[in-house]
């Protein structure tokens, strides 16, 4: 089977190909076209077919942190209760890995476990320091315990990393010298990155934006 052309269609986000031409072998899939396969199934939200592969990847494979990770996320999408098991093992397997505890910092939040979320993007923060992701992230959860100050200065950290700062900075003081705004009434700026934290699918979500950061391989 010529791997070059599955990568190819991967990379170039032509995942349905990607399915078709593994359907074509009749060769045990390896280590790393399981995880094509499933990553694939994952971005068109086949989510159910997803986990069924990662489920297969533990069996053939073995227990590895990236195929627990995977499957909690399916089941995340999934509302199957089981999803933070297989996220807490996936940070048992590999707790040195700042992106195990974003990943389940973000179901956590989801998920209402808002303190919970809070540690775990700490922690992720920790160990790989400096991800504009995380620190948005986290200033997100913050904001919504109240915890205004602390949410502010993740999301300066955030901003200078991804260098914006010059413009968010200035937003930030003017806001800082107008009046409170009621419980009832966000601000713009909030607004704006809840709707980048909500509408971007997870897993296309994370996966671009941390390869790219340099935060996952």
């Known amino acids: 089977m010529d791997n070059t052309q599955i990568l190819k269609a991967y990379q170039e986000g032509e995942f349905e190909q990607v399915l078709k031409l593994l359907e074509e072998t009749t060769e045990p899939l390896s280590y ?6 499933g990553e694939s199934l994952h971005r068109l939200k086949r989510y159910e ?7 297969l990847a533990i069996a053939n494979f073995g227990d590895q942190p990236e195929f ?12 199957f209760k089981s999803a933070m098991e297989d996220l807490n093992k996936a940070v048992e397997l590999d ?18 476990d ?19 992701i995380t620190l948005n992230n986290l200033g997100l959860a913050e904001e919504k315990l109240g ?12 901003d200078q990393i991804a260098g914006v700062d010059h413009i968010t900075n200035k937003y930030f003081d003017q806001e800082e010298k107008a009046a409170p705004l009621s419980d009832d009434k966000a601000t713009i700026g909030t607004e704006l990155r809840k709707m980048m934290s909500s509408k971007a699918e997870f897993k296309s979500f994370w996966n671009d934006a941390l390869k790219l ?3 996952k391989k």
């Open 32 to 37: 790393d076209l399981t995880g094509i396969k």
């Open 49 to 55: 077919d997803a986990m069924n592969v990662w489920n």
């Open 68 to 79: 627990y990770a995977e499957r909690g996320v399916c089941k995340f999408h999934l509302r």
């Open 95 to 112: 707790p040195e890995n700042g992106y195990r505890y974003a990943c389940r910092a973000y179901v956590k939040d989801k998920i209402g």
């Open 114 to 132: 808002t303190e919970g979320a809070i540690a775990d993007y700490m922690k992720a923060n920790e160990l790989d320091p400096g991800n504009e």
């Open 147 to 158: 915890h205004t100050k602390r949410a502010r200065e993740q999301f300066r950290k955030a």
């Open 213 to 215: 950061l340099g935060f």
